[in-house]
């Protein structure tokens, strides 16, 4: 009996440690227009990840022209080069590398791009992804004119199904550097891979729908070109099937929320939580839209809740006002002005110099140590 608990503990060890899919933020967070809108997945969530782990964006209402980006909360760039700007085509991931990493575990991530809404993110390991070569070359430099291209066989993309991706191995890669996935015909594959920004090692392209194996199968089978490689700047030196193999965890007690959203009520510009944090990371966008029939009458009502952390920290909760091409400020003085945070509303009166501003480009929002709950645009008559 004694040896028969020994075993049984030993497979009850196995399971709990098999790797999962856990979910690290609940949505829903809309990403609306104008690359305005972003939410930041905080540092925590990155204590244990390790090189090669996987992020996935679950999201939905995305239009025909909405991109991605994977951003550094501190200076709002991409974590790398491939990851500041992309093409949506149902939910999107990131391979997290070392220096990703550095950046995720200080600042955490932060998701932005334009037009479709977050319904959940998760984590993976690399462990759960399971990757077959079906094409080793001849490798193919990928010229600045885009002449070039690799011609992959129907017979290597056979077992590619949906929600499988094809990762390109690539090397060499130049700034700039852009992928083109197509059809035997020269056509794209899907708008998100014509002319895709790639970086590091590799690129993967999930595929979420029939569309693209569609087209594949339009080649025939056998040797018949079913898709060609393109683009510019790199060497691709390999292609790859890569299916996930692991399950989903339906623990979601250390995930994170996001931010109630609210319907703006008339004369409101924001309504909802967006943080500050201590380390002068945070920052909102708002576009010229709401002040086109703005006067020197009108008056903006910054609400907000002071971070209680920020004292402890040695803080002084304060905010700015940016103009949006230098983020000098917004009244063209050569200082920024700051305001401090005691709890009351903050009341700001434009000047010819902001108004003309505002109604042009907008402003940003800076800050730190405190959370923006409401802008209201009100007239002061």
């Known amino acids: 009996m004694k040896k028969f608990l020994t075993i049984v503990f030993a497979g009850l060890c196995v399971l709990s440690a098999q790797a999962v899919e856990r979910t690290i933020l609940i949505g829903p967070k809309t990403i609306g227009k104008a690359w305005k809108d972003n939410i930041v997945l905080e540092a925590r969530h990155f204590a244990d990840a390790k090189a090669g782990d996987i992020l996935t964006v679950y999201n939905d209402n995305a239009k025909r022209t909405a991109q991605g980006a994977f951003q550094n909360p501190k200076t709002w760039q991409g974590v790398a080069p491939e990851y500041g700007y992309f093409g949506i085509n149902g939910p999107f991931r990131m391979t997290l590398t070392e220096d990703i990493l550095a950046i995720a575990r200080e600042h955490g991530v932060a998701i932005g791009g334009h037009d479709y809404r977050i319904l959940q993110v998760t984590l993976s390991n690399a462990e759960d992804y399971r990757e077959t070569m079906v094409w080793n070359g001849p490798a193919v430099v990928m010229k600045d004119d885009w002449s070039a291209n690799a011609e992959i066989a ?3 993309l056979k077992n590619l199904h949906v929600g499988d991706g094809l990762r390109l191995h690539i090397s060499k890669v130049k700034q700039g550097a852009s992928a083109k996935l197509m059809d035997f015909t020269w056509h794209a594959l ?3 891979v014509d002319g895709v920004p790639v970086g590091g090692e590799a690129y993967t392209w999930y595929i979420y729908d029939d569309a693209p194996l ?18 510019t700047g790199y060497k691709l ?17 250390e995930a994170q929320r996001a931010p109630r959203e609210y319907v703006l009520q008339p004369g409101e510009i924001f309504h909802g939580e967006r943080a500050f944090p201590n380390d002068w990371s945070g920052n909102l966008k708002i576009t010229a839209a709401p002040f086109q029939e703005c006067t020197a009458n009108d008056v903006l009502i910054i609400s907000y809740r002071v971070d209680p952390e920020a004292k402890a920290a040695g803080v002084t909760p304060q905010l700015s006002l940016r103009n949006t091409k230098t983020w000098g400020e917004l009244t063209g003085a050569a200082e920024p002005v700051w305001y401090p945070l005691d709890g009351t509303d903050v009341v700001y009166m434009f000047d010819e110099t902001a108004l003309d501003e505002v109604k042009t480009r907008g402003f940003v929002l800076s800050g730190i140590g405190f959370t923006l709950t409401k802008i209201e645009l009100i007239s002061a008559q």
């Open 237 to 253: 030196d390999g292609i790859g099937i890569v299916q996930f193999t692991g399950e989903v965890s339906d623990d979601y007690s």
């Open 190 to 192: 899907d708008a998100s």
């Open 214 to 231: 569609l087209k594949l199968a339009l080649a025939g089978t056998g040797g018949n070109v079913a898709m060609r490689v393109g683009g």
């Open 154 to 156: 129907a017979q290597c």
